[in-house]
């Protein structure tokens, strides 16, 4: 074991889960905002009449960003697994802020024409490009710091400042049109405010980030002169780990980022709700689900991480139809707002614990891109095309396809979790 892992205290340990965690949120608040705030600048790139036709243009460069997402999962892991995963998570952070100044200076298509939506683009691939890499590292490495009996509550923190990060969003946004703007200026130019706050987070995120510890489990192969650390090649000697990352992720970000990112639209343009009713509804409900995420990932500690994924996979092909059929019909905003509390509460039992269970199925070599490629992949294509393809159905008087849709995958994904082991008493963690 080299000497410098057996320094790292618990105080030191808890310091760099906190830091790795508020990089994490900051990196997500700036992904987010783009979602967000799409209701009220997608007229400013694409100034059509049509308020679903607006909004399907701005979920494209939303789906488009996400295509970036595996070559970042791909290059800032074969970083992290041979540099270390400190450095990659710096590199990305700083990507990302460049990524959020770009939107707020981009000016709108009545100024330069075409030219603004082609910076938006170029804007959200480097964002895709930051957080494609940002998922696996992180989840690496907050794998890797927390102690064995505490891996799946403090991995859980994970997605608690991924959440964090859409709850800034909102909070911002409830700011905003509450309490400082009118509709018209968050329209006009009220809407680059949460881009600037997000590359000044970054600022703060990357400092927070150069003064973490590096993980034990890379400290003590970094002596290691092995050219095969994060390489495709290596990678590809664990087909079976891949294909679960592939197959347990699948359901489980699609019902994601229904009930988050598409949400605020879907109870906008569907259930008729008012702009800032249904940014209530996703800040209240968002708030309850990331308290949730260190309770279900602290249970797995106890029970196991395939009970909880289990779980998920059996209620979300029963539920999903259901509930997003009550949730379209429904006139009530409390209605709306329990209907999408109980579908999250039900994504808990993916979303807890599906960055440790990853983590635990690769070892330290290939760890953060065996993590981070396949389940970048797995989001682009189907987390990332989700506001697309449910504004596309609707389009067509057909929404009501995207839920069985939903249930399709999940019902995947539940034959995947029936299959596999328990990481959780089958973890590579235990080896390093």
Known sequence: MNANTTQITTAQRIKAIVGGSIGNLVEWYDWYAYAAFAIYFSNSFFPESDLNAQLMN??????????????????????????????????????????????????????????????????????????????????????????????????????????????????????????????????????????????????????????????????????????????????LKHPQALLTVIGLTLGGTLAFYTYTTYMQKFLVNTVHLTKEQSTLISFISLFIFACLQPVFGGLSDKIGRRPLLLGFGILGTICTVPLLTALSHTTSMWTAFFLIMAALIIVSGYTSINAIVKAELFPSEVRALGVGLPYALTVAIFGGSAEYIALWLKKFGAEHYFYWYITACILFSLLVYVRMKDTKENSTLDKD
């Open 58 to 235: 701005t979920a494209g460069i939303f789906f488009v960003g996400f295509l970036m997402r595996p070559i970042g999962g791909w290059m800032f892991g074969s970083i992290a697994d041979r540099i270390g995963r400190k450095k990659a998570m710096t590199l990305s952070v700083l990507l990302m802020s460049f990524g959020s100044l770009l939107i707020a200076l981009t000016p709108t298509y009545d100024t330069i024409g075409i030219l603004a939506p082609a910076l938006l683009l170029i804007a959200r691939l480097l964002q895709g490009l930051s957080v494609g890499g940002e998922y696996g590292v992180s989840a690496t490495y907050l794998s890797e710091m927390a102690t064995e009996d505490r891996r799946g509550f403090y991995s859980s923190f994970q997605y608690v400042t991924l959440i964090g990060g859409q709850l800034i969003a909102l909070g911002i946004q409830l700011v905003l049109q509450k309490l400082i703007l009118t509709e018209t200026q968050l329209e006009d130019w009220g809407w680059r405010i949460p881009f600037v706050i997000g590359a000044i987070l970054s600022v703060i995120a990357l400092y927070l980030r150069s003064n973490l510890h590096e993980t034990e489990a890379f400290e003590n192969k970094k002596d290691v002169n092995d050219k095969k650390k994060g390489t495709i090649k290596e990678l």
